[in-house]
């Protein structure tokens, strides 16, 4: 079952939304909101899997919403406005419908959803289990990475690259370095940096405060150097 929160300024469109929502029998409707006041306020008090947003709302518009969420939901924005579309999916929208929608194409937004939301949990379920591999939000694609594959993740303001062991090309995607700290294993994968984490079992060699990871040199920041010496089993190593 999908949580859902509705968020729109306008009560007719919200009881569309509503009636939408109950009509799909894997979306279960947690709450109704007129702004996104409220919808802060249920955030903090309910676990929301999706989220189908209005952008154009007094206040605080949708687009303002979403980018202030630390840790965001999917989100289907539901609009009036076709403008906004490339902005929205370079906040990682799952869909973007234009109103008025029709039911079927609400339905197709609510599958890809589905769709999502299952993959997420076989990925959980994987890292609880073998931490084989996660699945990442790149070039509008679900992207598949072995756990293994990974040399280093360098973070790049709200962006990370994820660098390959197997590939020059690394994969890029919106996300925190702190999210991503936490989707890997930590007897595998250590940050050395505020924006390096490095897969142990990659280490070629260590000089002074730098770390040899394939072609790339990574800093040792003072802040995670004896974290970093004592899970290697070096606590006190002087280089």
Same mark, same amino acid.
């Given at each position: ?8 300024? #306008?009560?007719?469109? $919200? &009881?569309? *939304? ?6 799909? @029998? !894997?979306?279960?409707?947690? /709450? ?54 490339? #902005?929205?999916?370079? $906040? &990682?929208? *799952? ?6 929608? @029709? !039911?079927?194409?609400?339905? /197709? ?131």
């Amino acid at each position: 079952m999908i949580r859902c929160l509705a968020i729109d300024d #306008e009560t007719l469109a $919200l &009881d569309l *939304l509503e009636d939408n929502i109950r009509m799909i @029998p !894997f979306l279960h409707l947690v /709450k109704r909101c007129k702004n996104a006041y409220e919808a802060m306020e249920v955030l903090q008090e309910e676990s929301i899997d999706l989220i189908f947003l209005d952008i154009q709302m007094p206040g605080i518009t949708g687009m303002q919403f979403l980018q202030s969420l630390q840790s965001r939901p999917m989100v289907i924005f539901i609009t009036a406005y076709k403008e906004y579309a490339v #902005e929205g999916f370079n $906040l &990682d929208v *799952l869909d973007y419908l234009v109103k008025p929608v @029709p !039911f079927d194409r609400f339905l /197709k937004a609510a599958n890809k959803a589905l769709e999502y939301h299952n993959l997420k949990q076989k990925q959980t379920s994987a890292q609880e289990n073998n931490h084989e591999f996660i699945f990442v939000n790149s070039e509008y694609n679900l992207v598949k990475i072995l756990i293994d594959d990974i040399s280093h993740i360098e973070g790049l303001k709200d962006y990370i690259k994820i660098h390959l062991a197997n590939s020059a090309k690394p994969i890029i995607t919106r996300m925190s370095l702190k999210l991503m700290e936490e989707k890997l294993p930590s007897l595998n994968f250590i940050r050395v940096h505020k924006s390096f984490i490095v897969s142990i079992d990659k280490i070629l060699s260590i000089r002074k405060n730098r770390i040899h990871v394939g072609s790339a040199e990574i800093p040792i920041s003072d802040m995670y150097r004896t974290g970093f010496f004592k899970s290697i089993n070096h606590e006190g190593l002087k280089l």
